[in-house]
Structure formats: structure tokens, C-alpha cells
């Protein structure tokens, strides 16, 4: 059925509203809910409410034996790097846009190997690949050469790239790659339409089926989410939450996870839209480890150390670690703008001694690549 069956999804619960449901939530249905083992959708949306602010302590003492149920204290950890910031799209909110005035660049497959050679003398096994979105300059011919590369470095290669088709996933599965990235930015086809001004982009409807096209094509684990402050939070959670569910049912065989990121300084200099507080990112996390206690969640550098280590206890399933988001950052002398400013700077060493000391087992590997 593809993209059309969530489009569906999305549609049946497009037209609620939401300021309305919210305003009848109360306390007695949200402590109600707290008791329940298993989740519908709007049982989430009410745990996304205003009024299940006051339940936060009891919501995050659940979410954190939930997550030690189904992953035990363990925190996966993987690095981005960035092959290529060229790029066709004028998205508002991306410092890679073709409209911004920065140095565009693409790494050689002998800058790729050093980068690499860097990374993994760190101990990570796990690697994001990621690229602007241009088939002219990063074809997918470009990428499958960089996997095949990277499979001499790491034992799992994610890709955070433009939407395939379902048979250039497949390429890519048997050049080496597991992962998928791939973020909708916002879910509300509106405000898509007002911030993707040009470009391939700007087909919702494709983008939102990539990740099916993955799993059908035997993608084994999936990462969707939106970009917190683009839109109202509390919608765009429950959207990213119900295409997280949906992949999962539809999909019961792939590893499927959400980032919640909110955006951060670029050089185009767009602010958030919407305010996204901290405490609203606690909300979020909270509620769908509550919503999906087998789905993951990740973490990026876009938020800073403090936040981050105190996020972790409450359903933090993945992390990354010494980021840059500048084509070929590791290596090269000059660089070129990153995609946006990361917040949390520490090395790889920093961060697993960060969950040593918070009980935690870093993960450097959890996949094996066979031939």
C-alpha cells in the first residue's frame, strides 16, 4: 500500500482537535492511564497533554524500569559523518540549503578511509553516514562505494540521506548498510509546504514513505522522528510516535527507534517557530518509551552534556559521541560550515566515562555484518 497506509494514519487523526482534547484531559485520566500496560494512541496523545505535566516523576520512575525491562543499562553508541554538504533543496531551517553561501565540498574515498581510520581508532563500531541532498554529486553509486569502504572499519552502517526507492535500498542493504535515519521534519503537510521552498523536498508524501520502502527492501533497523520547533510539539510528537508504532506493527522484524531534536544555530539563522523547553523533551521522551517500552530512543549532540546525562535514566536507548557535522571534520585542515552548531562537544572516551559513572554499559558493537 505504501506511502498511502500511514498518510491514512496521519489523516485519521489530522482533523483532531487537539487544544480541544487537551482541555478535557484530567488528572484522574492521566493517573489511569500510568496503570495501564499497554497504550493506544490517544492514550499517548493525553500523556503529550499540559496536564500530564504534573505526572512527570511518576511517568519517568515507569519509563525507567521499562526501559531496563526490555534493554537493561545499556546505551548504544555511534558517531555521524558527514560524506557531502552539497545539496538541491531550500529548506528554511538547514544550513546545508543551496540557497546558503557556504563552501561546498564532497570527501574522496581516500578522505573517507582516514576519517574512518580516525573514528574507529576510538573503539565505535556503529557509524551515520550522511550526505546534503544532491543525486548529482552523491549518487547512490557514490554512497554504495563509501559503504563498501566504511565495512572494513565498522560492524554497522547507518544512512541518513535523500528517500530511495525501494530497489536502491536494497543496493545499499547488500553493499553493507542496516540503518536508516530519515526524519519527516514536521508532519503537518502545511507547514511542510511553507518550509521546504524548493526541491525534491518538497514531495511529502515520498519522503514519508522512505522508511516502508526500507523495511520492505530488508532495512534492519529504522529511525524516524520530527524536528522539534518547526510546529506545535506536542502534535509533531504524537505523529512521530504513531509512524514509529505504525513501521513497528507493520514491521515486526526491524529495529525501530525516534530522535526527538530540536533545532539548533545554522547559517541560515531561522529560530525556532516553537519554543521546545526542556522539560517539554522530557515529556516527549517520556511518554512514548510509556506509548512504544520496546521502541529506541536516540540522543544526539544537538543537546548539551548536562541535559543529556540527566536524560539518560528516562528511556535513552542510543547516543552519539564525539560529533561533527562539517564534510570531512576529522581531517581536513580547512572545513567546511557544519549542517548546524552541536552543543555537547566531549570525545568518545568523555561519554562512556560518563555512563560508567552513571551505571550504564557503553555499547560499541551490537551488529556483525556477515558476507
Known amino acids: 500500500m505504501g506511502a498511502v497506509s500511514f498518510y491514512r494514519t496521519y489523516l485519521s487523526y489530522s482533523k483532531l482537535d487537539f487544544e480541544a482534547f487537551f482541555r478535557r484531559v484530567t488528572p484522574d485520566r492521566v493517573a489511569g492511564i500510568l496503570h495501564k500496560q499497554r497504550l493506544s494512541p490517544l492514550d499517548y496523545l493525553t500523556l503529550l497533554s499540559p496536564a500530564a505535566e504534573d505526572f512527570l516523576e511518576d511517568m519517568a520512575q515507569r519509563a525507567y524500569r521499562l526501559t531496563v525491562q526490555h534493554f537493561g543499562r545499556t546505551v548504544l553508541l555511534y558517531t555521524p559523518m558527514y560524506l557531502a554538504n552539497y545539496c538541491t533543496n531550500r529548506c528554511v531551517y538547514c544550513g546545508f540549503a ?29 557509524i551515520l553516514i550522511l550526505t546534503g541532498e544532491s543525486r548529482q554529486h552523491t549518487p547512490v553509486s557514490y554512497i554504495r562505494d563509501c559503504v563498501q569502504l566504511l565495512k572494513k572499519f565498522f560492524t554497522s552502517i547507518s544512512i541518513e540521506i535523500y528517500p530511495l526507492a525501494q530497489e536502491e535500498y536494497r543496493e545499499l542493504i547488500a553493499a553493507g548498510v542496516d540503518g536508516l535515519t530519515i526524519y519527516q521534519e514536521v508532519y503537518n503537510p502545511e507547514v511542510y509546504r511553507q518550509l521546504h521552498l524548493a526541491g525534491p523536498k518538497r514531495d511529502y508524501l515520498w519522503r514519508l514513505d522512505a522508511p516502508e520502502r526500507a523495511c520492505r527492501a530488508g532495512m534492519r533497523s529504522v529511525n524516524v522522528g520530527a524536528l522539534l520547533g518547526l510546529h506545535d510539539w506536542r502534535s509533531e510528537a504524537f505523529f512521530s510516535g504513531l509512524h514509529a508504532n505504525y513501521l513497528q506493527s507493520c514491521f515486526p522484524a526491524a529495529e525501530v527507534s525516534i530522535s526527538p531534536p530540536r533545532l539548533r544555530p545554522h547559517v541560515g539563522g531561522m529560530l525556532p517557530r516553537v519554543e521546545v523547553s526542556d522539560r517539554n523533551l522530557v515529556q516527549y521522551i517520556l511518554a512514548f518509551r510509556l506509548f512504544m517500552p520496546r521502541g529506541g530512543i536516540t540522543l544526539s549532540t544537538r543537546e548539551p552534556a548536562l541535559l543529556r546525562d540527566r536524560l539518560l535514566p528516562l528511556g535513552i536507548t542510543r547516543m552519539s559521541a564525539g560529533s561533527c557535522t562539517a564534510v570531512g571534520g576529522r581531517v581536513k585542515e580547512t572545513v567546511s560550515e557544519g549542517q548546524f552548531a552541536i552543543a555537547d562537544h566531549r570525545d568518545v572516551q568523555s561519554i562512556v566515562s560518563m555512563l560508567y559513572r552513571q551505571g550504564y554499559q557503553p555499547v560499541f558493537k551490537d551488529w556483525q555484518w556477515l558476507e
Open 98 to 126: 543551496a540557497h546558503n553561501q557556504i563552501k561546498r565540498e564532497k570527501m574522496t574515498l581516500a578522505e573517507v578511509a582516514a576519517e574512518a581510520r580516525l573514528i574507529a581508532a576510538g573503539g565505535l563500531r556503529h
